[in-house]
């Protein structure tokens, strides 16, 4: 969990516990990996503030890559900045939501010919894996877990037979997304069972090599999911 403390007329500080770092990546993304996951963990709410300097402290490292991380945070939607607030965890716009899930429909259905043309044996069990994840996650009540690895999921099917632009525009959008899905546990968790056996016909469609049987799947998918984010950001701004 998060704790703050008064510290005088200063900032309180902000704790990050039980994170991990790992040494084989350069700092900035050991940063950015760490408060992701303590936002999609609801260690940090919708709207809260990062205090970089507090958080340096608390993984161990320098401002230098926090202040990196949090950049690429922004960049993925999940943070943003202003010149004198400085950084915080974005807050959860159903209008907002709507129109990426829009964005994120079109990005994800665009040239599915050239997807199919470019699987491999290897993507489809990379998929499958992330579908299993899925699964274990949803038994668990998991919803961060469950988010992550549908994350990863659409992420690697995104970078297949597209151009970075498109994986780019997504990933700007997708973040914010999975946050939106991650910290309604409630939500999300009660109604992921039918999003988990969703990714069952875009598997099938990818075997099969099938780009009209692979956009329809996927434009269900993310037709289901679009309404679940829209109300899941609506029940967080009644609290």
């Known amino acids: 969990m998060v704790q703050q403390t008064g510290n005088g007329g200063r900032q309180p500080r902000v704790r990050i516990e039980r994170l991990e770092l790992v040494r084989r990546r350069p700092l900035y993304e050991e940063a950015f990996l760490a408060i992701r996951t303590a936002i999609l963990r ?11 300097p507090d958080i340096a402290n608390e993984l161990g490292l320098s401002r230098g890559p926090v202040r990196e991380a949090l950049h690429k945070l922004e960049q993925e939607g999940i943070v943003t900045s202003s010149p004198h607030l400085g950084s915080s965890v974005v807050t959860l716009d159903p209008a907002e939501i709507r129109d990426a899930m829009a ?14 043309a470019a699987v491999t044996d290897e993507l489809l069990e990379e998929l499958e894996q992330y579908v299993e994840q899925m699964r274990v996650a949803a038994e668990d009540g998991d919803a961060a877990a469950l988010t992550e690895a549908d994350y990863a999921f659409h992420d690697r099917l995104i970078g297949v037979g597209r151009s970075g632009l498109a994986r780019r525009i997504w ?22 069972g039918d999003i988990v056996k969703e990714h069952a016909p ?4 990818l075997r099969r090599r099938d780009a009209a049987a692979l956009e329809k799947a996927l434009r269900r998918h993310l037709t ?16």
């Open 42 to 52: 609801g260690r940090f709410a919708p709207g809260e503030r990062l205090y970089g």
């Open 103 to 116: 964005l994120r429909e079109y990005l994800e259905t665009l040239q599915c010919d050239a997807l199919v």
């Open 171 to 192: 990933r700007s959008i997708a973040g914010q997304l999975q946050m939106a899905l991650a910290v309604t546990d409630p939500v999300f968790v009660g109604e992921n």
């Open 202 to 205: 875009i598997l099938r469609a």
């Open 224 to 239: 289901n999911v679009g309404p679940l984010l829209q109300r899941a950001a609506a029940q967080r701004d009644e609290a």
